[in-house]
């Protein structure tokens, strides 16, 4: 019942910036956690960016001060604000998160992911 939905990757120069967005939906009571993964060709999926219920974040030591997560929690949406971006963060970007459900019951929800391609 309950989804994720990632948006705004796409094609960007070295040294540009993109916007992803996630928003959930379906019968949520409330988001505890939420996180950014990636996942480059050849490689496994790793932690970018999480967030707490709390507002504690937690970065992966690549993206440090170039990347920032944000919530709105009123529309149930999850922000990745990447900046400066390089080659190297050439991903499928995916949404995670850990969601309590309107039936008491909390799901992790993985999003169908964004391709981010950062070239020339």
């Known amino acids: 019942q309950v989804q994720l939905v990632e948006s705004g990757g796409g094609l960007v120069q070295p040294g540009g910036s993109l916007r992803l967005s996630c928003v959930a939906s379906?019968?949520?009571?409330?988001?505890?956690?939420m996180g950014w993964y990636r996942q480059a060709p050849g490689n496994a999926r790793e932690l970018v960016a999480a967030?707490?219920?709390?507002?504690?974040?937690n970065y992966a030591d690549s993206v440090k001060g170039r990347f920032t997560i944000s919530r709105d929690n009123a529309k149930n949406m999850v922000y990745l604000q990447m900046n400066s971006l390089k080659p190297e963060d050439t991903a499928v970007y995916y949404c995670?998160?850990?969601?309590?459900?309107?039936?008491?019951?909390?799901?992790?929800?993985w999003g169908q992911g964004t391709l981010v391609t950062v070239s020339s």
């Open positions: 379906g019968s949520i009571f409330s988001i505890n956690y």
């Open positions: 995670n998160g850990i969601i309590e459900t309107m039936g008491d019951l909390y799901l992790e929800i």
């Open positions: 967030s707490t219920s709390g507002g504690t974040t």
